[in-house]
């Protein structure tokens, strides 16, 4: 077994995991379900990678996320941080209080109610009450998530839920390097952290590697470079992949304050000091973009934002859990561990660990006049601060495609979609082929869930292939109209990243560490010495030579 603990650290990760094990949830469900389609119920996946197996106490058999989730206190909304399926009573830490013998002044809040979603879950499972329809669960969703608990349908373990201990914060106040500086360290909370990622870890029999997701854009990037490097000492050789991943939201101020810019610089150099391979997730906008040609979405709803990076997560990763076969099976082509993605990408040529990962959700079909393009053309970056019009050829890519479709409604053979890629590069005009280019293919698609959000448009149809009209009048259609979708992802280590990492090394340098800089007292409150940023700086700019050769000429020669 080849096992994977998962991560997710800050309110915009969480929701993205979210989602995330929810497609998982589904494709249990599906591969379970006799009356499922057949391609579901052979996918060929192994979901030991990313799950466990247990029982409760009363010994009914579990089988839930090998996950460790932190975020603020009150963050799980109406769900307990010991999950729904073990109910062992409090803890052993809770019931220590009851040594206090002095005045104890209580105050309460009105518990939240379940949402509609929630509630039908509740009463499917208790066999109470009347049946709610899934189109009232579907059109409450939008309107009724506030927590990325609202519309999760997973179970979890005791060990996965964290609640940063005493940290009663809104969010939106949790928003910089420096405010979560020490919350790692203080009352015992990166100890229990640590506990419970020991749990997952130790009854791993070969674990292949961690998938951390960090919402990075304010104070849980410092809580998560301090988890990583508490990792980092206790399991040196399992290598970690590190998503930051940002909402649109936390993107929407129209100038950057100087916090803001020292706060992006500090939080990519030391959590990319402190992983194998950093993928940056978050365009500042999702309505509009290139990104988002068939679907319909708003940036102010972190329940939409973050579905399309999950799709993403979900797709990109699937290489780690294909059943390994001697040669590539009907179904799947190509599987891959954890370590074999981060050679790939990382050890061809260029030490480059920061990758661009990209999307095509829906993934076009592979008939029609445009055949060569199509995929190509369709993917389009989830990277911020990417520039697309770089012809690298020293780039290094990794592709992975579910359920593509052969035309409207049939799906294509593994053989069909190598074809159609090596199509793709062999007649791509504008496209400088990679120095290497890794592909794995799965037939099966990506599920939509019940909770998924109505974002797609109406060229969509029910298998997610693209019409050539649209299907009806409604410009928002959800899992009632969608069933499933394929989605092809592409890593890609290349120099088009170089204005990410150009603009976080300049704003150190000017902002940080030139004399008089303006930023100078808001490091210096955070905790960071001149001599820590220059450090920083110097690994930034190997980080841009290492794209740019050219860039340590110019800076002798200033």
Known sequence: MREIVTIQVGEFANFVGSHFWNFQDELLG???????????RNHNLNMDVLYRSGETQQGVATYTPRLVSVNLKGSLGTMSSRGTLYNEGSSSRSDSSTTWFGDVDTQRSEPRKRKLFLKSLYEEEQKVGKEIEDKDIVGSLDEEVECWTDFSKSHYHPQSLD?????WMDSKDFNNYGIGKDVFSEASRGEEICDRLRFFVEECDHIQGIKFLVDDSGGFAAVAADFLENMADEYTNVPVLLYSVRSPMSQMSPKKTVSNKLHDAISFSRLSSLCKLFTPIGLPSLTGSKASKFLNLGDEKPYRSSA??????????????MQPTSSDSSEVSNSMDVNTLVQLLTGRGRQNIVAILDSAMPAPTLAGKQLENTLLTNLKALTPEVNEDVEDNQAVESMCILGALRSEDKEALVSEVKNAVDA??????????PLFCNLSVSRCPLPVPLPFPSIFGNLVGIKGEILSSPVSDSLYRGSLDVHSIPVATRWRSSSAILPFLESRMGHLEKLGIQWGAMGSDVVRSWGFGREEL?????????????????????????
């Open 424 to 433: 793709s590069y062999e007649h791509a005009i504008t496209k400088t082929k």
């Open 308 to 321: 399309v990076y999950a799709a993403a997560l979900h797709a990109s990763t699937i290489p780690f859990r």
């Open 30 to 40: 599906l591969a379970s379900d006799p009356g499922s389609d057949p391609i579901f």
């Open 163 to 167: 609640e940063l201990n005493g940290l």
């Open 534 to 558: 220059q450090e920083m700086r110097e690994n930034l700019s190997k980080m841009v030579s290492e794209l740019n050769p050219q860039f340590f000429e110019s800076s002798d020669s200033d």
